[in-house]
């Protein structure tokens, strides 16, 4: 059964750092790339950055410089790394299974919200 949950959203003050983590099961992150998206009050869900099976990476312009997205395979999780965190990345946080960074999204997981304020 394919499964995906993310964690580690909260509420942090603008500059600040947080990680979030997409741990995965029923398959393996040598098969599947995944993405991370977020979506903001009303607005559409976007893709900020994926880690394909091969491990080459991209980013949104939007958080290119700021956000690191890895991935440990023993441990079955993809990590975002935020940096520099602007009031504008507050949003609900979701990663997805894809086959290639370029597709379609197979499965999603729940979401972690992520609220950058002061």
């Known amino acids: 059964q394919v499964q995906l949950v993310e964690s580690g959203g909260g509420l942090v003050r603008p500059g600040g750092s947080l990680r979030l983590s997409c741990a995965v099961s029923?398959?393996?992150?040598?098969?599947?790339?995944i993405a991370w998206f977020r979506q903001a009050p009303r607005k559409d869900r976007e893709q900020i950055s994926c880690?394909?099976?091969?491990?080459?990476?991209d980013y949104a312009d939007s958080v290119k410089g700021r956000f690191t997205i890895s991935r440990d395979i023993p441990k079955n999780t993809v990590y975002l790394q935020m940096n520099s965190l602007k009031p504008e990345d507050t949003a609900d946080y979701y990663c997805?299974?894809?086959?290639?960074?370029?597709?379609?999204?197979?499965?999603w997981g729940p979401g972690t919200p992520v609220t950058v304020s002061s």
């Open positions: 029923g398959f393996t992150l040598d098969a599947y790339g």
């Open positions: 997805a299974a894809k086959r290639y960074c370029s597709g379609w999204a197979e499965s």
């Open positions: 880690i394909s099976p091969k491990g080459s990476t």
